[in-house]
T-cell receptor
Framework: GENVEQHPSTLSVQEGDSAVIKCTYS??????FPWYKQELGKRPQLIID?????GEKKDQRIAVTLNKTAKHFSLHITETQPEDSAVYFC?????????FGDGTTLTVKP | NAGVTQTPKFRVLKTGQSMTLLCAQD?????MYWYRQDPGMGLRLIHY???????AKGEVPDGYNVSRLKKQNFLLGLESAAPSQTSVYFC?????????????FGEGSRLTVL
């Protein structure tokens, strides 16, 4: 089955700096790669996604890149703000099944 | 629209007791899922369903059973609870079309097994 590895597990940045979280996947059949943000005590919610026929997607301060050949994708957050502090999960989806990374706890220090 | 609703939100069980978690969605989604979330281990798929009357095993199905008798409901059962099943359980649903879509999660159910 699919295996998703996510790094780093924790990330601490100063407000205004950029943050990058990286994921690798194993199954070349996976064709959809969402990123979810989970605030403390809340449910995960989608923040951005990318499909296998696209290399990069941007939405304001967040962007995702996908390298299908290398089987890795990354989340980039620019101009970080304290409200960006949360746990971020990447996922690889194949035939409707999502396999998640173990999560990255991002802390943005004011 | 309520989205995805889980009940109960909190439950404490003794080892060996049984219980059922109910998930309901009002978005007419075909796919529904049960995940468990443990510290440092992300979200692991327990069971899922691709339509009414269907169920399939995920990564960690042992000790759990599920049923999807109605399209809008997906039930997760624990027949004989064990301390290892202490976790936060999330139900999710998604659109089944192509391309695939995002998962919509419920608020979570925190289960403690003593």
């Amino acid at each position: 089955g699919e295996n998703v590895e996510q790094h780093p597990s924790t990330l601490s940045v100063q407000e205004g700096d950029s943050a990058v979280i990286k994921c690798t996947y194993s199954d070349s059949a996976s064709n959809y790669f969402p990123w979810y943000k989970q605030e403390l005590g809340k449910r995960p919610q989608l923040i951005i996604d990318i499909r296998s026929n696209v290399g990069e997607k941007k939405d304001q301060r967040i962007a995702v890149t996908l390298n299908k050949t290398a089987k890795h994708f990354s989340l980039h957050i620019t101009e970080t703000q304290p409200e960006d502090s949360a746990v971020y999960f990447c996922a690889a989806v194949n035939a409707g099944k999502s396999t998640f990374g173990d999560g990255t706890t991002l802390t943005v220090k004011p | 629209n309520a989205g995805v609703t889980q009940t109960p939100k909190f439950r404490v069980l003794k080892t060996g007791q049984s219980m059922t978690l109910l998930c309901a969605q009002d978005m007419n989604h075909e796919y529904m899922y049960w995940y468990r979330q443990d510290p440092g281990m992300g979200l692991r798929l327990i069971h899922y369903s691709v339509g009414e009357g269907t169920t399939a095993k995920g990564e960690v199905p042992d000790g759990y059973n599920v049923s999807r008798l109605k399209k809008q409901n997906f039930l997760l059962g624990l027949e004989s609870a064990a301390p290892s099943q202490t976790s936060v359980y999330f139900c999710a649903s998604s659109y089944s079309g192509l391309p695939p879509g995002e998962l919509f999660f419920g608020e979570g159910s925190r289960l403690t097994v003593l």
